[in-house]
């Protein structure tokens, strides 16, 4: 879902037509990544998933893969109402609601809304959704960066300012993650996770990833 997402954002900047079977196909790919079983309907998908030990959850969140194989799941599964299921989590949930949207999905759409809903339980800018809080992995901070540019190029693509969470809060998020990023500068020059996962202690990637933000944040915020 990463790669497919990136690709709907070049394609989309393209200006590829609106009808063009990239993006019916593109539906398809993203609605076996989601967990929602009146959407992720693919009888061969869901085979193999019965298969794995797997069924579809219903929150309304993705995962990475189409894939039937729980090691390729970043946020690996869990167990809900007794069936066990690929944990959401946040990067792939803001990539799938800005890969529905570009391929022409409305946010009353089941795939989108019901992905929406979740960013709304589980908004955060300190955290990556999905991921447990710990203070020695410090495993909430897994892929942080990574998730603060899909989700601020989500949260441009459904146009909601401020963003109202389910707690009923309501979220100036560009402003949020400015300062998040503000608030985590080294060396007034640079960004480095704490959590080595996904290369983000590596300063030349982070602080990549936060100027990709940035450029989608400014229009908002200078």
């Not at 196909?25 to 959407?39: A, H």
């Not at 992720?40 to 069924?55: H, I, M, P, W």
């Not at 993705?62 to 167990?79: M, Q, W």
């Not at 409305?106 to 339980?121: H, L, M, N, T, Y």
């Amino acid at each position: 879902l990463s790669t497919t997402g990136f690709t709907a954002e070049a394609l989309k900047a393209s200006g590829l037509p609106q009808d063009d079977e990239f993006w019916k196909l593109v539906i398809l790919f993203v609605r076996k990544c989601q967990n929602n079983s009146e959407t992720n309907t693919d009888k061969e998908f869901l085979s193999k998933l019965k298969a794995a030990g797997l069924a579809v959850g219903n929150d309304g969140g993705l995962y990475y893969s189409a894939l039937a194989d729980p090691k390729l799941h970043k946020a690996g599964t869990v167990k809900v109402i007794g069936r066990e299921t690929i944990k959401s989590y946040g990067s792939m949930t803001y990539h799938g609601i800005k890969t529905y949207i570009y391929a022409g999905l409305g946010k009353d759409s089941p795939e989108v809304k019901s992905a929406i809903d979740w960013a709304r339980k589980n908004y955060s800018v300190d955290s990556h959704p999905g991921f447990p809080h710990d203070k020695i992995k410090r495993s909430h901070l897994r892929g942080l960066y990574y998730y603060l540019l899909v989700m601020t190029r989500a949260l441009d693509a459904i146009g909601e300012r401020p963003f109202r969470t389910f707690d009923g809060k309501e979220h100036d998020w560009p402003v949020e993650i400015a300062e998040r990023f503000l608030s985590t500068m080294k060396n007034d020059t640079m960004w480095v996770n704490e959590n080595s996962d996904w290369w983000e202690n590596d300063p030349l990637l982070v602080t990549s990833y936060v100027l990709k933000t940035l450029d989608t944040l400014f229009p908002y915020i200078k």
